[in-house]
């Protein structure tokens, strides 16, 4: 009676938001554990399940994510080449390396299935993040004695995406509610989300996880209570007759939840397969080994670090993903940081200085009436193109990312090839390739009759010129499209013509 009671308590908990935020709240329930015979009463269970509703004690986000396929074992896959046999061989060689107990079953099959026929695509931007942080998510693993494999709820969570979002609110890469974020004090104000920082809210998982194992002693009825949380699962298991084996309660489990766990064990099999698969993953945008941390000394955007040091705001942003504005604020008594490539990390310190006085000049500008910033009225329009992001499109413009959000009222960074774009330039700056097209289409060839020299080692335009009379080295360039003497290489024909 009393474990039920402390149970009962864990869960009630997360609907005190003022209790949420104390640190008299236990993280960790050392003493809750579910005896073997001592199953929760339908009473007990009608009471566990009004809270879980209650308070959304859970992570629904299958609704949201390309990579859980909802109704897979439903979808046609026939052309898989994966036999039965085949894959309970490999099953076995997985179950016997992790404590999940990873089984044949036909269910298993058709999802792993169903993921290679219809999502194969996504694997190599996936096997990617997953570069980036899947060392990350072990270190704390294994301080928290869970199993490595559970790097992969990351990826049914979230897709990897720390900045993920269900409907119903769940966020980050471990997909937290709002009031289980804070009950596991993860901090989350108009600037930031730590839910959505991928160190803290994987600690947060972490500790989670831990409850969850304390109440059922077994990782796979943890999973599954993290999705649907812990009263689910324990009336499923008394529905079933008191079986603790997911495979056994799974009928008993909500819909959502009995596709959740083989989703997490698919993945799992996919990426210890991936070579056997043809899973390549393509290359990461950068290793967390190769990043570092600096702090900050007052409030400052991504766009002005940008203009600073040079990293792309889109980098940062991947970097930072808990910065909701893209801004890292400066607050007495918060440690708030910047994660910035480590090769960059000198040239900050240097340009530190300047960095804060560019912030307190566009602070000083901000009231100013907007209509100054366009006095001109030289807007454009530009079409985005293959290749184009922003970062790109503003530097060409001599505007800044911020520039471009606000004009066309983005949200994000993301563009589309054809999407249109009101620009107010500071400068048309033409790249080197356009002006060579643009000259090209100005300058006509002349006629007449010409001579085709080859050039041969030790030739220059002055020797070249001086063997032919009236012609100077200018006119060989301009016949020829030669923009640098450093083009002319041996073997090069060139149009020497006659008047």
């Known amino acids: 009676m009393k474990n039920k009671l402390l149970i009962l308590f864990f869960l009630l908990s997360i609907n005190l938001f003022a209790q949420a935020e104390k640190d008299s709240i236990p993280s960790k329930m050392d003493s809750i554990t579910i005896p073997e015979n001592d199953l929760f009463s339908d009473v007990d269970l009608a009471m566990i399940d009004s809270l879980v509703l209650e308070s959304r004690y859970n992570s629904p986000l299958y609704d949201t994510i390309t990579y859980y396929m909802k109704d897979a074992d439903k979808k ?65 693993l294994d301080q928290y004695d869970i199993p490595l494999e559970m790097k992969y709820l990351a990826i049914v ?64 009825l943890a999973l599954a209570a993290y999705n649907s949380g812990p009263g689910n699962v324990s009336k499923a298991i008394k529905r079933s007759g008191g079986y603790k084996n997911y495979w056994n309660i799974r009928p008993f489990l909500p819909r959502e939840t009995a596709g959740y766990v083989p989703a997490f064990y698919a993945t799992m099999y996919l990426f210890e ?95 100013k009436p907007l209509p100054k910033y366009f006095e001109m009225d030289q807007r454009i329009r530009y079409r985005v193109r293959n290749g184009d992001y922003l970062g790109k499109i503003a530097n060409r413009f001599g505007v800044r990312v911020s520039d471009i959000k606000k004009w066309n009222r983005l949200r994000n960074n993301r563009l589309r090839i054809g999407q249109r774009l009101t620009i107010y330039p500071k400068r048309l700056r ?70």
């Open 76 to 140: 046609e896959i026939a052309g898989v080449k994966l036999t039965a046999d085949l894959l309970k061989e490999r099953l076995k060689v997985i179950d016997a390396k992790t404590p999940f107990h990873i089984a044949y079953n036909p269910a298993l099959e058709k999802v792993i299935k169903s993921y290679l026929k219809y999502r194969k695509r996504y694997y190599p931007n996936l096997m990617a993040k997953a570069a980036y942080y899947f060392p990350m998510f072990e270190k704390y």
């Open 157 to 220: 969570e979230s897709a990897l995406n720390p900045r993920a979002k269900s409907r119903v609110g769940a966020t980050g890469l471990w997909q937290f509610m709002y009031l289980t974020g804070k009950q596991y004090k993860l901090k989350i104000s108009s600037y930031v989300d730590e839910r959505q920082d991928p160190i803290k809210s994987t600690i947060a998982a972490c500790e989670y996880l831990s409850d969850l194992y304390r109440i059922f002693g077994d990782w796979d």
């Open 430 to 499: 033409i790249t080197k390739q356009e002006a060579a097209v643009k000259s090209k289409k100005k300058k006509k060839q002349p006629k007449g009759e010409y001579t085709v020299y080859v050039v041969k080692k030790g030739d220059s335009l002055w020797t070249i010129a001086k063997k032919f009379p009236k012609v100077s080295t200018e006119d060989i360039k301009k016949w020829n499209n030669i923009w640098s003497a450093k083009s002319i290489k041996p073997g090069t024909k060139l149009k020497i013509y006659k008047s």
């Open 273 to 367: 397969y991936a070579d056997e698969h043809e899973l390549i993953g393509n290359a990461p945008k950068i290793h967390h080994f190769a990043t570092d941390t600096v702090h900050i000394k007052r409030t400052v955007s991504f766009d002005q670090i940008s203009e600073k040091t040079g990293v792309d705001a889109e980098l940062l942003a991947f970097l930072n993903p808990s910065y909701k504005l893209d801004i890292i604020p400066y607050i007495k008594g918060r440690d708030y940081t910047l994660i910035l490539p480590r090769a960059t990390t000198t040239g900050f310190l240097k340009n530190e200085t300047e960095l804060y006085t560019l912030a307190d000049e566009d602070d000083a500008k901000r009231e």
